[in-house]
């Protein structure tokens, strides 16, 4: 059994919880939040589990042998930072920290403690992106050329980070997965119409040495609701659309042929084949990462999303930050 404690149960912990809570070799053993609702919601639910607001009696406790942070991202960093020092198993919610020289720090205290760190890159453990991975490795989309992703709402608007810290860690870890890379620059533009100093939408793109492109177009005052994601491959393309209810990933049999004759009219040859809709499994994605970071500390394996996963996020969301700063200048990593 593995004891876990969740920090921070409120919009998206309250979700952790209740996963932790399932799993068959996992005893929750702490939940801690500073909200007297949220506490008194989770001993209703959960009256075996101790509810507390005091951090410290967590770590306190060598029985809570992993601990998992869901608090708003500026607390991330610091939490962390106590639960390696105190030599346990940690899951950071995205982004790991809000600069890359934190979580440096995180990823080599993790290294040092020689304990597990985990960072909630959702989209990487959902089965349709995972259907895109592996067209990507096995050649079935062709070269990948490049990918934008759609990321809009409205709502919900914070007032701690700015839409690109809130809603671009997604699509920054998919692309840097989906490509197996980093971006070498990322130049992003946005503006801050609500509050002063907090962008409500940015669109950002992001260069990789290859010559592959992401953009990103993220916002929380838009009239649409969309999680979209766009896989342009010289021989197929690829939707991933979160918001259908089924069908949620569509293989476009689409694709332009260059050819090297004198007319530039017969160069170009576009083909428009069929359209394909796989069978992709309804697993609950958050559920999947819940049991791969368990499985990690079990197994004593390398979680996926680890602290380098979440470094390289973090990295690409500072120089995003920095380009916005300079107005939408390139920043190179």
């Known amino acids: 059994m593995v004891g876990v404690a969740v920090v921070g149960a409120g ?4 979700n952790l919880v209740r996963n932790f809570a399932a799993l068959t070799d996992v005893e929750l053993k702490y939940v801690c939040d500073l909200n007297e609702k949220v506490r008194q919601t989770i001993r209703e639910i959960y009256p075996r589990t101790n509810v507390t607001e005091d951090f410290q009696k967590v770590l306190n406790d060598p029985s809570a042998g992993a601990v998992l942070i869901a608090t708003d991202t500026p607390y991330h960093f610091d939490l962390a930072k106590q639960a390696l020092e105190a030599g346990r198993h940690t899951y950071v ?8 020289r934190d979580a440096q720090e995180l990823v080599d205290l993790a290294r040092s403690r020689g304990v597990k760190l985990m960072v909630g890159h959702l989209l990487e ?3 349709a992106m995972n259907y895109m991975k592996k067209m990507i490795d096995r050649g079935q989309a062709g070269e990948p050329l490049y990918l934008y992703f759609q990321r809009v709402n409205l709502g919900i608007v914070r007032k701690n980070e700015n839409a690109w ?4 860690p997604h699509d920054v870890s998919v692309a840097c997965y989906l490509f197996g890379d980093q971006p070498v620059s990322v130049s992003a533009s946005g503006h801050a119409y609500l509050q ?5 939408v940015v669109f950002a793109n992001l260069k990789f040495a290859d010559g592959k492109m992401a953009h990103i177009h993220v916002s929380w005052l838009d009239p649409h609701k969309i999680r979209r994601v766009t896989l342009v491959g010289s021989q197929k393309m690829v939707v991933f659309d979160d918001m259908a209810a089924a069908e949620k990933i569509r293989v476009y049999d689409k694709g332009a042929e260059v050819r090297s004759v004198a007319s530039y009219a017969e160069a170009i040859t576009l083909r428009t084949g069929d359209i394909l809709i796989p069978k992709i ?3 609950e994605p958050l559920k999947t990462e819940c049991r791969h970071f368990i499985d990690c500390i079990i197994n ?10 979440g470094l390289r996020v973090v990295k690409v969301l500072a120089a995003g930050s920095e380009s916005l700063a300079r107005g939408g200048e390139p920043v190179s990593l």
């Open 281 to 283: 499994p309804a697993d």
């Open 300 to 309: 004593d394996t390398t979680p996926r999303s680890d602290g380098a996963d």
């Open 196 to 200: 002063k100093g907090v962008e409500d």
């Open 125 to 127: 453990y959902h089965p």
């Open 165 to 168: 810290w809130s809603l671009a």
């Open 11 to 14: 919009h998206w912990g309250r």
């Open 93 to 100: 919610e995205k982004p790991l920290a809000m600069s890359s």
